[in-house]
């Protein structure tokens, strides 16, 4: 059995005399708590807890030793209205695995903002279905909004960062416990994407932060020690939600899409962001260090794209592959109708670079989200990428499964869990003994509705269709969150 210390340091406190908000609202106003976002699998948990010596059913791979680390909302408070996940305050899981066992430990990301919130004991910010301004001691203490940095995690230089996308990352230790915001010695201005991605071959950092004002996107390289040496603003005709972007050997690029920010609207409690197809859409390439200048645009049809698989190039031409909608509806609502063009559907774009033109094209049937591959291969040509399915297309969370894709010869496998079972994001763990790409192992988190209880499920990534090799018992239930990494011991 498992060794549990939970540290039950904090409640979650749903009725409070205090009130954080000039406008005067609490939390017993509210029945916020009754949000589907805040219940069942996504409901969020209150211990902060160290689970060693954890049951495994089958066997972990010796050559695994490291942590698998996934973040996600969990508000420690009641919200003070309307809940979007996208919200909520972070907090790491982490499964320590070495010489075949497993151990856990989970930590609330402690935000200039959560920690405002503690010594009121009350929620002081609203969120992305419910903006409200904090009031002015709490904007002292902590700014306007909260960095949940509940997104992802990325590790460079040494140091973990998670991530939120409307500012600086935030550092933790390897113990999870949160370290602070991290600025790059004063060098960073504006926000950080949640996606940075590391280029496995010069181990430089590119990363970029949009914003609903000007500049609209600034574009940023760190150098292997984890200096900021390159920034430089890029010239966009209006602020774009972009989530995620993809780099090659020699550019980064990013997809302009017309899901645009509409701070009116925002404040005065409409949607934040709304699509206008008249704006285009386009594909931007600048060249690694390149200046504002040497910005290359290409038309598109219209589309959107969340999270990316990849992109390479070779001189000639480049390629991006990632699950494409149609568009992004305001909200982030999607559609759940069969066969919806707001299914993300695989997809690829190949740019000839000479001339400019633009082909596209879908490359399966199976619509899915949270793509990964073997991060060793980010930026270069590679032949596998895993994505993950879901039952309906309603915002929920919903995956069931992962789909393992053979760029190479377009053949593709997957394996699905149980009905009663909801999987996350399926991070690729490199087999540091191997040689092939897809060496290597599959990690994610996996809740049952009927039992509530959580298992982290281990695949082997050259054999998806066979299952789980190994699934490790949590003490406790892990809620549904977004992004997950395997940090292998250095």
């Known amino acids: 059995m498992p060794i549990a210390r939970p540290l039950r340091r904090f409640q979650w406190s749903l009725a409070t005399d205090l009130r954080c908000n000039d406008r005067g609202v609490s939390a017993t106003e509210h029945d916020t708590w009754q949000t589907p976002f805040l219940q069942g699998l996504m409901a969020p948990v209150f211990d902060e807890r160290d689970d060693e010596a954890l049951e495994v059913v089958g066997e972990i791979p010796p050559e695994l030793r490291g942590m698998f680390v996934r973040t996600g909302p969990n508000p420690q408070f009641a919200p003070m209205g309307a809940y979007h996940p996208f919200d909520g305050d972070g907090m790491l899981h982490a499964v320590y695995i070495a010489d075949g066992t497993a151990s856990y430990s989970n930590r609330w990301i402690e935000s200039k903002g959560l920690l405002a919130e503690r010594t009121r004991n009350q929620s002081c910010f609203g969120g992305m279905a419910n903006f409200q301004l904090p009031a002015a001691d709490v904007v002292g203490e902590a700014g306007i909004l909260k960095n949940t940095a509940n997104t992802a995690t990325i590790r460079h230089a040494g140091k973990y960062f998670s991530l939120m996308e409307a500012g600086p990352p935030t550092e933790f230790s390897r113990d999870i416990m949160t370290i602070g915001e991290h600025d790059f010695g004063g060098k960073l201005v504006g926000p950080c994407t949640a996606h940075p991605k590391v280029d496995p071959v010069t181990g430089h950092m590119l990363f970029f932060g949009y914003s609903a004002e000007e500049p609209y996107l600034r574009y940023h390289e760190v150098d292997e020690s984890g200096a900021l040496v390159h920034s430089i603003d890029i010239d966009l005709p209006a602020g774009v939600m972009m989530h995620d972007f993809v780099i090659t050997e020699n550019y980064a690029v990013f997809l302009d899409a017309p899901a645009v920010f509409d701070l009116g609207a925002l404040l005065s409690g409409g949607e934040a962001i ?34 990316f698989f990849n992109a ?14 149609a568009d992004m509806p305001g909200g982030f609502q999607f559609s759940d109708e069969p066969g919806a063009a707001r299914e993300p559907m695989p997809w690829q774009w ?113 054999d998806v269709e066979a299952g789980p090799i190994a699934r490790v018992k949590m003490a406790a239930r892990v809620p549904i969150g977004f992004h997950g990494a395997w940090y292998a011991d250095e």
């Open 350 to 462: 190949t740019i000839d670079l000479a001339s400019g033109a633009v082909s596209h094209s879908q490359t399966d049937d199976v619509a899915g989200e949270f793509p990964r591959i073997n991060e060793n291969f980010t930026g270069l040509r590679n032949r596998y990428g895993y994505d993950c399915p879901q039952r309906t297309w309603e915002f929920n969370f919903d995956f069931h499964g992962v789909v393992k894709y053979d760029f190479a010869t377009g053949s593709s496998a997957a394996f699905y869990y149980a009905d009663s079972e909801v999987s996350g994001e399926h991070a690729f763990a490199p087999d540091s003994t191997g040689t092939a790409e897809d060496d290597g192992w599959l990690m994610t988190f996996v809740s049952d509705r009927e039992t509530e209880r959580s298992e982290l499920v281990i695949l082997d990534a050259r």
């Open 274 to 307: 709304s699509w206008r197809p008249d704006n285009g859409t386009r594909i931007g390439i600048v060249p690694r260090r390149g200046s504002a200048g040497d910005v290359r645009w290409f038309e598109t049809d219209n589309c959107y794209v969340v999270h």
């Open 312 to 325: 390479w190039d070779n001189g000639e031409t480049l390629q991006i592959r990632a699950p494409r909608m």
